[in-house]
């Protein structure tokens, strides 16, 4: 496990962060690419049939558990269903987002040749529609043209969203027009923001000893890092930094270089943490900016926890037990324990989608024919299809259950509305679109830290 030691300060703000990270690396955090809760033994992915949501013969279809409200087409839109190919790859192919209640932003790869653009990746097309709703009615479109098969779109909470292009970060609107915002000193491998959107986290690949040029996102000479890990040298140069930046002025609060691309689940107050205790017992522990640290929760799990702030006060927990499935759990930033919901051994992968705010969450997984384990491992022939399961994030009500193909290992084929009361499934050739009565508010308070 990597541990870094991180401590930075933001002398305009008066306030330094410090920080011990004990975190997941990339097989056991929560959210996409980098954020998969389950460790497969994943073999033989080029020559097999398309998986599909076709149950074997004998077995029901996987039915949603309401209809949806209406459905767009996407074949008149210039979609096609990704091929074999890209099975297993877990790369971005699709992204759909809700710009507001009555409006879509979807976008997709658009087949074709593949132009060699360097080590980092593939040059290619991917086609952006805004959909009006109910109708489907196209308001505005264009087509991007991105360097390599990462995630690259990320939705703002006013409409607005961000594009990544290797080290170029752009913002988009409605009209699609986009302008510049960020140019990292390299390629930048993930981000994500805290539910308030405060803070972006960004992780990069950069080369080493050098200092970024003008335009580029700076490294405070503030900050300070030491890194260990057991699988490499201490003293070796990283080659991945992760900075926390202020999104009101784009200034650079923490920074740390890093072995590994890593999920960092933050809200506007700090950091949240799984610690090993004894047994199979794990403590959550909430690391402050302004300094120390509250335990609020633990949790039994065969695995390291995977973690996800779903609000500003409320965390989602993804924990293992030992016969193969997941539990998922709920808690507060005060040590509240609100809900549980299990999975079965047979549903791997698994992914979330989020409304703003966190009021409902779209837990997304592959649904395989056998259990996945060191001598049970899994070809793509095994899978069935995948599955769409929507909570209320207050008390973990299941509000709808609904598949979605092709199955997109990479995500971005399910959104919820700002409301929470639509979700978006790409599902049999359309965008299905269910509608759900208004989720209950989510809990407010919270922890305050204790000493440093």
């Known amino acids: 496990m990597l541990k870094w030691l991180l401590q930075a300060g933001e002398r305009q703000a008066g306030y330094c962060i410090r920080a011990s990270l004990g975190l997941a690396v990339v097989a056991a955090a929560l959210v996409q690419p ?130 990544r292009d290797q080290e170029d970060l752009e913002q988009g609107d409605s009209t699609l027009q986009l302008k510049p915002l960020l140019r990292f000193p390299g390629p930048v ?96 522990n909430l690391n402050y900016f302004t300094g120390g640290s509250a335990v609020v929760g633990k949790v039994d799990s065969s695995c390291a926890p995977a973690l996800e702030f779903l609000g500003q006060r409320e965390a989602l927990v993804a924990s293992c037990n030992p016969q193969g499935g997941r539990w998922l759990a709920a808690i507060t930033t005060d040590g509240r324990h609100l809900w549980n919901a299990s999975s079965l051994p047979t549903q791997v992968w698994p992914m979330v989608a989020k409304a703003p705010g966190g009021s409902r969450l779209a837990w997304e997984t592959l649904t395989v024919s056998h259990p996945v384990g060191t001598f049970s491992p899994l070809s793509f022939d095994d899978v069935k299809g995948q599955l769409v399961e929507v909570y209320d994030g207050a008390d973990g009500k299941r509000m709808l259950t609904a598949p979605a193909s092709p199955v997109l290992d990479g995500g971005g084929n399910v959104a919820i509305s700002p409301s929470g009361q639509r979700v978006a499934v790409l599902n049999g050739g359309s965008i299905q679109v269910y509608e759900l009565p208004a989720p209950p508010p989510l809990p407010e308070g919270g922890a305050g830290p204790t000493s440093p």
């Open 34 to 163: 980098v954020a998969h809760a389950q460790s497969l033994g994943w073999f033989s992915l080029r020559h097999h049939k398309a998986a599909s949501n076709v149950p074997p013969e004998g077995e029901p279809a996987v039915q949603p558990s309401q209809p949806p409200a209406f459905a767009i087409p996407v074949e008149p839109l210039g979609f096609t269903a990704p091929g074999a190919y890209y099975e297993g790859l877990r790369e971005s192919l699709v992204s759909l987002d809700f710009l507001d209640e009555n409006r879509l932003l979807f976008t997709f790869h658009v087949p074709g040749l593949m132009h060699r653009s360097g080590e980092d990746g593939d040059e290619r097309q991917i086609r952006a529609v805004v959909l009006g709703l109910p109708q489907g009615t196209v308001e505005a479109e264009a087509l991007w043209t991105l360097h390599d098969h990462a995630r690259y779109v990320w939705m703002l909470n006013d409409g607005h969203f961000l594009l």
């Open 189 to 284: 491998l993930w981000m994500e923001m805290d539910p308030t959107q405060q803070y972006l986290v960004t992780d990069s690949r950069e080369p080493t000893g050098t200092e970024p040029k003008a335009g580029e996102v700076p490294r405070p000479g503030t900050a300070v890092a030491s890194v260990t890990t057991d699988s490499r040298e201490a003293g070796g140069q990283p080659e991945i930094v992760l900075r926390i930046l202020r999104r009101a002025s784009w200034q650079v609060m923490l920074v740390s270089h890093v072995r590994a691309t890593a999920h960092l689940p933050i809200n506007s107050e700090g950091y949240l943490e799984s610690l090993r205790s004894t047994g199979l017992q794990w403590l959550l």
